[in-house]
T-cell receptor
Framework: SQTIHQWPATLVQPVGSPLSLECTVE??????LYWYRQAAGRGLQLLFY??????ISSEVPQNLSASRPQDRQFILSSKKLLLSDSGFYLC??????????FGPGTRLLVL | GIQVEQSPPDLILQEGANSTLRCNFS?????LQWFHQNPWGQLINLFY???GTKQNGRLSATTVATERYSLLYISSSQTTDSGVYFC??????????FGSGTKLNVKP
């Protein structure tokens, strides 16, 4: 069966520091992968999606970037965090019937 | 992008009650899904339902694609049904748009 992992689970970072969040998927090949951000009490905002290695589409201009160095690995990065980057970051993969499956998420607090 | 509106934003139920959640969307879509987010943040897919009706236990969903809305029915609600319910749609190019959710609180 397929499994999606995200780490770390929680992160507290100072403003201006770099960021790297990792997402890996097991049990499937060449999945579509997604990064979402959820602000407190809000819906999910699509940040990036990828249909293959090295293929990244950005939905929202911001100081975040994404990379897909391997088939089942998706990384979200920032060179300098802003206060507004705080939130709940969710990785998802797209499976059969185009159903999306989500990882457990990373709670990021920028101080 | 596509606008997705969910109603009501908040809902409080007594255990055993039934409820209907609504999702309206502004354009034709290829994909519509309902999700439940538990209090710990985990999102679970409930239904993939771009059109028609599906049922899974006490939950059922109906999408009327021509009228651009979907309904999620919860019958005999339980405290474990509490959380936030999201509707998400996709038109093309793998871009999913989420509504702002319905926060459900089922009281014992």
């Amino acid at each position: 069966s397929q499994t999606i992992h995200q780490w770390p689970a929680t992160l507290v970072q100072p403003v201006g520091s770099p960021l790297s969040l990792e997402c890996t998927v097991e049990g499937t090949s060449n999945p579509n992968l997604y990064w979402y951000r959820q602000a407190a009490g809000r819906g999910l905002q699509l940040l990036f999606y990828s249909v293959g290695i090295g293929q990244i589409s950005s939905e929202v201009p911001q100081n975040l970037s994404a990379s897909r160095p391997q088939d089942r690995q998706f990384i979200l990065s920032s060179k300098k965090l802003l206060l507004s980057d705080s939130g709940f970051y969710l990785c998802a993969w797209q499976g059969l019937q185009e159903t999306q499956y989500f990882g457990p998420g990373t709670r990021l607090l920028v101080l | 992008g596509i606008q997705v509106e969910q109603s009501p934003p908040d809902l409080i139920l007594q255990e055993g009650a039934n409820s209907t959640l609504r999702c309206n969307f502004s354009d034709s879509v290829n994909n519509l899904q309902w999700f439940h987010q538990n209090p710990w943040g985990q999102l679970i897919n409930l239904f993939y339902i771009p059109s028609g009706t599906k049922q899974n236990g006490r939950l059922s969903a109906t999408t009327v694609a021509t009228e651009r809305y979907s309904l999620l029915y919860i019958s005999s609600s339980q405290t474990t049904d509490s959380g936030v319910y999201f509707c998400a749609v996709e038109k093309n190019f793998n871009k999913f748009y989420f509504g702002s959710g319905t926060k459900l609180n089922v009281k014992p």
